[in-house]
T-cell receptor
Framework: KAGVTQTPRYLIKTRGQQVTLSCSPI?????VSWYQQTPGQGLQFLFE???????NKGNFPGRFSGRQFSNSRSEMNVSTLELGDSALYLC????????????FGNGTRLTVT | QKEVEQDPGPLSVPEGAIVSLNCTYS??????FMWYRQYSRKGPELLMY????GNKEDGRFTAQVDKSSKYISLFIRDSQPSDSATYLC?????????????FGDGTTLTVKP
């Protein structure tokens, strides 16, 4: 069974630009969650989507948004990039209908210059 | 104060040692407890998943949960150089599912041959 796939693996953007990250969950998983990982803050929850609806949201500004498609694939968008947005963005999936644990992809490393 | 506090490390042990990794938490609603291992430039990999208090063993790994003390541990027996990684504890509530998990900051372990 294929794992969680995230593209691209690396991104370099300039302040003020916007970026879109993509995630394909494990087959059969209907929940996709996004996390930001930085050395100073650790893993911070951004949001979770289940059946194309945002089910949970973390404490990030509105510049961070996401969506989920009917095939459970998800995208995350960050607008008006700031230097502090440089981080590893991790996507994780679960079945979503029970309390099965998260399975992570290898992340997208975003660098904002 | 963070909801989940993890012993920061770093931890360095000789090959074959028993390793103890620990987390405390303050949120009584946490019911599901996970341990992840993260290698450099990779996403977190699920090691152990437990519900409620007690012990769970899987090979060289034992997860222990004490809900009365709000304390969880991961023990690694006969540690190997390949166990060198960052270990993250994570917890989730029944109502929000694992999609919104709360993570510790991680403990970096080095096992020396």
């Amino acid at each position: 069974k294929a794992g969680v796939t995230q593209t691209p693996r690396y991104l370099i953007k300039t302040r003020g630009q916007q970026v879109t990250l993509s995630c394909s969950p494990i087959s059969g998983h209907r929940s996709v969650s996004w996390y930001q990982q930085t050395p100073g803050q650790g893993l911070q929850f951004l949001f979770e989507y289940f059946s194309e609806t945002q089910r949970n949201k973390g404490n990030f500004p509105g510049r961070f948004s996401g969506r989920q498609f009917s095939n459970s694939r998800s995208e995350m968008n960050v607008s008006t990039l700031e230097l502090g947005d440089s981080a590893l963005y991790l996507c994780a999936s679960t079945r979503g209908s029970d309390n099965s644990p998260l399975h992570f992809g290898n992340g997208t490393r975003l660098t904002v210059t | 104060q963070k909801e989940v506090e993890q012993d920061p490390g770093p931890l360095s042990v000789p090959e074959g040692a028993i390793v103890s990794l620990n987390c405390t938490y303050s949120n009584s609603a946490f019911q599901y407890f996970m341990w992840y291992r993260q290698y450099s430039r990779k996403g977190p990999e699920l090691l152990m998943y437990t519900y409620s208090s007690g012990n769970k063993e899987d090979g060289r790994f034992t997860a222990q949960v004490d809900k009365s003390s709000k304390y969880i541990s991961l023990f690694i027996r006969d540690s190997q150089p390949s166990d060198s990684a960052t270990y993250l504890c994570a917890m989730s509530e029944v109502d929000t599912n694992a999609g919104k998990s709360t993570f510790g900051d991680g403990t970096t372990l080095t096992v020396k041959p």
